[in-house]
Every structure is written in C-alpha cells, then in structure tokens.
C-alpha cells in the first residue's frame, strides 16, 4: 500500500459517532469544534442582553430619582417661599400671659361637657342636659394646659364674637427657621341676618395684615319639618391663590350639613371603619341635639334640648297665664293637658 494514501477509519462502538474524523496521516483523528462556539456565542449573546436591560433599568430608575427629586425641590421653594411670604421674625409681642387655672376646675369642665354630650347621645325620652358654659378663663386655662399652646394661643370672647391670638413657631417648616406665624382667627355672629362669618388674618414683615380666607355662611333651622341645622354658603375667598367661591354653587343654596345628616353611617362598619361609624352618628346626634350656641361677653353656653319640648313648654306656659285668671282654673288646666 503506497504510504501517502489515505486510510479511513471507521469508528466502532466504543467511540462516539457525533466526533467526525478527518487528517491525512493514518491513526489521526481531529474532533470538530464548531457546536462548543456555537454555544459559546449563544451565552455571549445573552449575558449582553442581560447587561443592555440592567442598564436600561438603571437609567429609568436614575430619571425617576432625578424627577423625584427636582420636584421635592421645587415644593420646597415653594413651600418656602409661602412661609417666608406669610410669617415674621420673632413671636407676637403683645400676646397675653399664659391663664393657669387649677387642675380641678378644667376636670369639672371637662366632666360637664362629657356629660352633656353622653345625654345628647343618649335622646329617647331622657331629659335634656344641664347647659355648659365656657368662659374665656377656663378656655384659655385649656390652652396653657397645653406644652404646645402655652404663651402662644389666647382667645377673646365678646357677644356675638370669637377671636383667637396665634403666635406659632414654624421652625420645622421650610424655611421657617426662627420665624413665626402670627395670626388671627376670627368668628362673629349677625343675629339679625343668621349669618355666620369666619376669618384668618396674618401679619406681615411690614407690619401690614393679609387675610389667608373669609368665608360667610347663612345659619338657621330648616322649615320643612325635618329640624335640621341648615347651613348655607354665602360668600369664600382665598386671596393666596386669588379664588372665589363659583356663583352657580352659591346659587343653588345647598345646605352644606346634608352630607353629614344623609351619610350611611353603617356602612362604615366594618373591620378597619367601626371607629368611623361611632362617629359618624355621635356627630350626626350631636346636631340633632344641639339646640344652641350663645355668644357672650367672656362666655360661650351651649344648650341642647328638644325643640318640641320647648314648644309645649312655651305652650304650656301661655296656657297657665291665661286659665290662672279663672276661678276654676286648676280644673281647666287638667282638662287642658289632657287634651294636650
């Protein structure tokens, strides 16, 4: 056989067929390599896929904390510029001392106005409460109670009028870092027209007053039976943002006590709303049972009662008036209240 010719070798069962066997000299046998590239280039290709997406993604997270933070910023300043815009340098100057009043007198004051909510709450056929009075002392007194209130709230109360004094630090706001807000909180009352006015009013670094807003409201009864507080917009401003209440709300004078009066107090109970429930109706009850707020000179009283109890009780007393006149008056009386 001549020694430069091929010799081809087939492969037994002892190796394995997928190798295939080439060379030009006898015996040699060279396996090929093109599966393990092949395999190589595949894993190659996807670890770059993996790297392009993880880059993706932290380019798009870097956008989200960039915007994130722009925006935290721009709040900031605003937020800033507000408290700068709306406070001043050093407390009010002329705020009242704090009012101590004993311990034992705010319990009492306390205790009274429990009381009075609990008969409220209660209703049936249980007779009204006792009136709570509030003076300006004992209100005030509940102010210095407070660690945050104490020297920095006073209240005023004169007939027909509320006005609480506010000299409040506003260091943890933006800004606000050895300033004050001092403000004014107002509420009067129009007897003569039922209306309700409240206001906020701050001073400025020059001394001047903005007003933050002013809203009037018109309070009364409802007439249709239903005995129902009714409480009316009258007029809303926001000077800060330059608004205004729309005129087409204002006309249709709805009474703004509705949502409270018509709220579905049990479907609020559930696992996480059962305290939303129990307040829904103490409010609710509270409106019913309150019959009213007297604004007086160094006093607030509040009265809760049954309207219709005190009809028959002025009826009752015009009747007495006029039958006390008679003879036999104690026989008409009887006969009277019978029927009545």
Same mark, same amino acid.
């Given at each position: 056989? =001549?020694?430069?010719?091929?010799?081809?070798? #087939?492969?037994?069962?002892?190796?394995?067929?997928?190798?295939?066997?080439?060379?030009?000299?006898?015996?040699?046998?060279?396996?090929?390599?093109?599966?393990?590239?092949?395999?190589?280039?595949?894993?190659?290709?996807?670890?770059?896929? +993996?790297?392009? +997406?993880? @880059?993706?993604?932290?380019?798009?997270?870097?956008?989200?904390?960039?915007?994130?933070?722009?925006?935290?910023?721009?709040?900031? !300043?605003? !937020?800033?510029?507000?408290?700068?815009?709306?406070?001043?340098? %050093?407390? !009010?100057?002329?705020?009242?001392?704090?009012?101590?009043?004993?311990?034992?007198?705010?319990?009492?004051?306390?205790?009274?106005?429990?009381?009075?909510?609990?008969?409220?709450?209660?209703? %049936?056929?249980?007779?009204?409460?006792?009136?709570?009075?509030?003076?300006?002392?004992?209100?005030?007194?509940?102010?210095?109670?407070?660690?945050?209130?104490?020297?920095?709230?006073?209240? @005023?109360?004169? #007939?027909?009028?509320?006005?609480? *004094?506010?000299?409040?630090?506003?260091?943890?706001?933006?800004? %606000?870092?050895? #300033?004050?807000?001092?403000?004014?909180?107002?509420?009067? @009352?129009?007897?003569?027209?039922?209306?309700?006015?409240?206001?906020?009013?701050?001073?400025?670094?020059? *001394?001047?007053?903005?007003?933050?807003?002013?809203?009037?409201?018109?309070?009364?009864?409802?007439?249709?039976? =239903?005995?129902? @507080?009714?409480?009316?917009?009258?007029?809303?401003?926001?000077?800060?943002? =330059?608004?205004?209440?729309?005129?087409?709300?204002?006309?249709?004078?709805?009474?703004?006590? =509705?949502?409270?009066?018509?709220?579905?107090?049990?479907?609020?109970?559930?696992?996480?709303?059962? *305290?939303?429930?129990?307040?829904?109706?103490?409010?609710?009850?509270?409106?019913? %049972?309150?019959?009213?707020?007297?604004?007086?000179?160094?006093?607030?009283?509040?009265?809760?009662?049954?309207?219709?109890?005190?009809?028959?009780? #002025?009826?009752?007393?015009?009747?007495?008036?006029?039958?006390?006149?008679?003879? *036999?008056?104690?026989?008409?009386?009887?006969?009277?209240?019978?029927?009545?």
């Amino acid at each position: 056989m =001549d020694s430069c010719s091929y010799t081809k070798i #087939r492969p037994n069962d002892d190796v394995d067929s997928s190798v295939v066997y080439t060379g030009k000299a006898v015996g040699l046998v060279y396996p090929s390599t093109a599966p393990a590239a092949a395999k190589k280039k595949k894993v190659k290709r996807s670890r770059s896929c +993996c790297k392009t +997406c993880l @880059w993706v993604t932290l380019v798009l997270f870097g956008l989200v904390v960039g915007l994130t933070i722009c925006a935290g910023v721009k709040v900031y !300043m605003l !937020m800033a510029g507000v408290v700068q815009q709306y406070t001043v340098v %050093g407390p !009010m100057a002329d705020m009242p001392d704090a009012v101590l009043v004993p311990e034992e007198d705010l319990t009492v004051l306390k205790d009274q106005a429990v009381l009075f909510l609990d008969t409220i709450q209660a209703g %049936g056929s249980a007779p009204p409460p006792n009136d709570v009075t509030v003076t300006e002392t004992n209100l005030n007194g509940l102010a210095s109670a407070s660690d945050f209130l104490r020297g920095k709230a006073y209240a @005023w109360l004169q #007939r027909n009028e509320v006005t609480v *004094d506010l000299s409040l630090p506003t260091d943890g706001l933006p800004g %606000g870092k050895g #300033r004050y807000l001092v403000a004014k909180n107002g509420l009067t @009352w129009d007897p003569e027209s039922s209306e309700l006015r409240t206001y906020t009013t701050v001073r400025l670094e020059d *001394d001047g007053e903005a007003v933050i807003y002013d809203a009037t409201f018109h309070l009364g009864r409802t007439t249709n039976g =239903d005995d129902r @507080w009714n409480l009316n917009l009258v007029n809303l401003q926001y000077p800060p943002m =330059d608004w205004t209440a729309p005129r087409d709300f204002i006309d249709e004078d709805s009474n703004l006590l =509705d949502l409270l009066y018509d709220a579905d107090c049990s479907s609020l109970d559930d696992n996480d709303g059962g *305290d939303y429930m129990e307040a829904c109706e103490h409010s609710r009850n509270a409106l019913h %049972g309150l019959t009213n707020i007297f604004l007086n000179e160094e006093e607030i009283v509040f009265q809760a009662g049954s309207n219709d109890n005190q009809a028959q009780h #002025r009826v009752l007393v015009e009747a007495v008036k006029v039958l006390s006149n008679k003879p *036999d008056w104690k026989i008409q009386l009887a006969r009277y209240l019978v029927g009545f």
